[in-house]
């Protein structure tokens, strides 16, 4: 049975998790056992919590124990419930809370990129994308539109920081994903794994021999990876290189492209098929 905490003690250690821990103490490279994520609402926290990630502790406001916090109350167990008002709650956080309710959770161990192209059949590749709300909001278009898995270069950001959850609204934990190995990085190693489980590879760029996103070419391939680039600078010259196609997305009004959120929910809905 869950133990009910009321937060009077803003320097509580027990906190540290919720109010001074970086994203970047959470994942706890030198202990990967010991890391854990935040995960914020209670849709994302319920879909964690489908996935089989389990549940450290949970922050809340106090009127939702008994309102709609207590149905992920009896799902986390015995872990302690530290309760307060919206207001405590949020200048001990630092940030605007939504829905109330913060559960700290183990990070759930991932599948190998080899395990995931074994079954996929449309997969996202994301190089270098470094703001999780562009990250979130490819995750929620990648789960509706079709995508198998997303893989992710090891210097982008982090599908399970707290902001890509949220905004993914919890599909980070419905649709596989992984990062390219360190003995098959991206690009060479990455693009290397891809050809041989017989994925084509097309990069989204602007780029005078582009075709258009619904070539028939790429709505025929049997298997396919969408590559999308960073922020600002897109894919990198030698990636786009070593894809089979470049694809651009029509525009107009002198608009020459979209944002990598926006591009990729177009590009997984005409090809994610």
């Known amino acids: 049975m ?16 919720y109010a001074r821990a970086t994203e970047n103490q959470l994942l706890n490279r030198a202990e990967p056992t010991e890391a854990l994520f935040i ?5 994302v926290i319920g879909r964690a919590l489908d996935a089989g990630c389990v549940p450290v502790s949970l922050l809340m406001e106090t009127k939702h124990v008994e309102g709609k916090g207590s149905e992920i109350i009896a799902r986390c167990g015995d872990v302690p419930v530290y309760t307060a008002e919206l207001t405590v709650l949020e200048q001990l956080t630092g940030f605007k809370l939504t829905r109330g309710m913060l559960c700290a959770m183990r990070r759930p161990k991932q599948p190998s990129v080899e395990e995931i192209l074994s079954s996929a059949r449309r997969v996202a590749v994301l190089e270098n994308v470094m703001n999780p709300t562009n990250l979130g909001a490819i995750f929620r278009s990648a789960a509706a539109l079709g995508m198998d898995a997303v893989l992710l270069s090891t210097e982008g950001s982090d599908p399970l920081y707290r902001r890509a959850t949220r905004v993914s609204m919890g599909t980070v934990f419905q649709v596989p994903w992984a990062y390219f190995p360190e003995d098959a990085p991206w690009p060479e190693g990455g693009m290397a794994l891809l050809k041989k489980y017989g994925f084509q590879t097309v ?12 070539d028939e070419r790429l709505l025929q391939a049997e298997k396919l990876a969408v590559v999308l680039g960073t922020e600002g600078d897109g894919l990198a010259d030698s990636t786009i290189a070593g894809c089979d196609y470049t694809a651009i ?3 107009s009004h002198g608009v020459d492209s979209l944002n990598v959120a926006a591009a990729s929910a177009v590009a997984f809905y005409q090809l994610g098929k």
């Open 2 to 17: 869950a133990s009910f905490i009321p937060v009077t003690d803003f320097l509580d250690p027990a906190l540290d998790v």
């Open 249 to 251: 997305i029509p525009m």
């Open 39 to 43: 995960a914020e609402s209670p849709l």
């Open 203 to 214: 990069a989204l760029a602007l780029k005078e021999d582009s075709i258009h996103i619904d």
